[in-house]
């Protein structure tokens, strides 16, 4: 059951469908808070939730990277999406922190986990053909729309990824980076 922000009803929907209503593109989407902020990332792009897990920083990341954590038996890298946006960070200074949630998101072989204070679970959202985007978001941002009062920022999940890589100084898939 998702809340479709449109229409103001709750309805099925299975993750990750899409189609076209009115020539929109119909999305479920993944709802995340931190902080005063909401999200949003195409549910196809989302491997799991992680509750509570340890999260160990890495000597001279940079300030987006926040560190490592174990899921499954995998070593995958923990990433701020308020350092990305160029907000403040989020985590204390000691070597390792608990986090409230982790979604961990793939493109491919590339995979990061995300921070996320809350969860709001699935809503359905028809992304108009020409979506409104803030002039001063970075390049994953796909658009901006509104859910119950509250700004959400669609993130590009491939392109997330990329910016994340790129940051950092490393290709992700089907990019180079200049040294």
Do not use: Y
Request: charged share 20%; proline share 7%; aromatic share 4%.
């Amino acid at each position: 059951m998702t809340f479709d922000a449109r229409a103001g009803a709750h309805t099925a929907v299975p993750a990750g469908r899409s189609g076209a209503r009115g020539g929109a593109e119909t999305l479920a989407l993944m709802l995340l808070r931190l902080g005063r902020r909401w999200f949003a990332m195409d549910a196809r792009a989302i491997e799991e939730v992680a509750l509570k897990s340890q999260v160990t920083r890495v000597p001279m990341a940079p300030s987006h990277i926040l560190g490592v954590t174990t899921l499954r038996g995998r070593l995958v890298t923990v990433v701020g999406l308020e350092q990305m946006i160029g907000g403040p960070g989020m985590l204390p200074v000691e070597n390792s922190a608990t986090l409230p949630r982790l979604v961990v998101v793939r493109d491919g072989d590339w995979e990061m986990a995300v921070v996320a204070e809350a969860i709001h679970g699935m809503i359905e959202h028809a992304s108009p053909p020409d979506p409104t985007r803030p002039a001063d978001a970075p390049g994953f941002v796909r658009e901006e729309f509104v859910w119950r009062d509250n700004r959400v920022l669609l993130l590009d999940v491939p392109q997330l990824l990329a910016a994340a890589a790129g940051l950092a100084g490393k290709a992700s898939s089907g990019q180079d980076v200049a040294p």
